[in-house]
């Protein structure tokens, strides 16, 4: 999967609806229509976007303040993935800050809840590990 595609499943999301799980579930949907290899992929590619605005210069407003979190912080870098590329990169080339306000926790489960929808299953038995670390502070080539 190209990080293309990614960006264009995410614009299924559907932000007129409040709470999140009407919001995923046009992607949730659409991922499940396809094979458990494309949803393993989509789940790499998240991965690997989160991996790369896990960056200190970008956690450095929320340090400096004293409102860091490890969580919070990811939570954040979620938020970065569900406004599309353009606020994305715009994150990562220093154009925007991260708003410490704003948090997308249930990004995290679109994979899951696919797969398990796909296979009639539940989240708890998904078989798949995302080629990049999440967590906060885990891309050691961009924290000190």
């Not at 210069?57 to 969580?71: F, L, V």
């Not at 590329?85 to 696919?114: S, T």
Request: aromatic residues 16%; contains cysteine.
């Amino acid at each position: 999967m190209f990080k293309n595609s990614f960006w264009g499943i995410m614009k299924k999301a559907d932000w007129e609806h409040e709470d999140s799980q009407n919001i995923l579930e046009p992607v949730i949907t659409f991922l499940a229509n396809h094979d458990d290899k494309y949803i393993f992929a989509f789940h790499d590619v998240m991965s690997q976007l989160l991996y790369n605005i896990d960056r200190e210069e970008i956690a450095q407003p929320m340090i400096d303040d004293g409102s860091y979190n490890d969580d919070d912080f990811l939570y954040q870098r979620c938020f970065a993935l569900t406004n599309g590329n353009k606020f994305y990169h715009d994150i990562v080339d220093g154009i925007k800050e991260l708003d410490g306000n704003f948090q997308f926790k249930p990004l995290l489960n679109i994979p899951k809840k696919a797969w398990a929808k796909r296979n009639n299953t539940t989240m708890i038995d998904y078989p798949h590990t995302p080629k990049y670390p999440i967590q906060s502070k885990s891309n050691k080539k961009y924290w000190s």
